[in-house]
């Protein structure tokens, strides 16, 4: 069975660094993804690890730790429009292998 | 910069009645998906399909589920005869390694 465990809300101030932590117990793990999720709207790509480490793409960072089946999502400077639902997903396989979803933790920035 | 668009955002049908859902993936991507969200829960995933066919399903992708590539550029869902319990955000997704996700269908059953 695949389960991803997210905390389900997290508050932060506007311009302060918010970190966003996801475990995760999969039957096979190919990498792990984050998506930000407005209400209503559509998941976007943030950010993919394959490999432990760090990876970077502008405000925000995710890191990964395989041994430990742990990630997390970082952001920085934070904006009210950060304000959103971010989810962490694993791909057990390469290909057209689906992704499998965590509950998404709700960003609340406060001003 | 390219994205995948979806038709119609919001359908409405009655219980037993066929919907089709369709989807313009991204004219490059290899693989195509579906998933579902139902109100307030995660997003789920429904089938894959690469080449032609179904690559991965779910177990939520019953009998009453197809999927079909008609065209070059379609990809489309079709629900046999929906039920209550179908109503939920309907997403697209293609990629070639990260999957980029459509702004999604949200299908009313009453």
Known sequence: GQSLEQPSEVTAVEGAIVQMNCTYQTSGFYGLSWYQ??????????????????????????????????????????????????????????????????????????? | ?????????????????????????????????????????????????YNNEISEKSEIFDDQFSVERPDGSNFTLKIRSTKLEDSAMYFCASSEDEQYFGPGTRLTVT
């Not at chain 1, 395989?66 to 057990?92: H, I, N, P, T, W």
């Not at chain 2, 490059?28 to 995933?45: A, D, P, S, T």
């Open chain 2, 1 to 49: 910069e390219p994205e995948v668009t979806q038709t119609p955002s919001h359908q409405v049908t009655q219980m037993g009645q066929e919907v089709i859902l369709r989807c313009v993936p991204i004219s490059n991507h290899l693989y195509f998906y579906w998933y579902r969200q139902i109100l307030g829960q995660k997003v789920e995933f429904l089938v894959s399909f």
């Open chain 1, 37 to 111: 999720q407005h209400d209503g709207g559509a998941p976007t790509f943030l950010s993919y690890n394959a490999l432990d480490g760090l990876e970077e793409t502008g405000r925000f960072s995710s890191f990964l730790s395989r041994s430990d089946s742990y990630g997390y999502l970082l952001l920085q400077e934070l904006q009210m429009k950060d304000s959103a639902s971010y989810f962490c997903a694993v791909k057990a396989g390469g290909g057209a292998d689906g992704l499998t979803f965590g509950k998404g933790t709700h960003l609340i920035i406060q001003p």
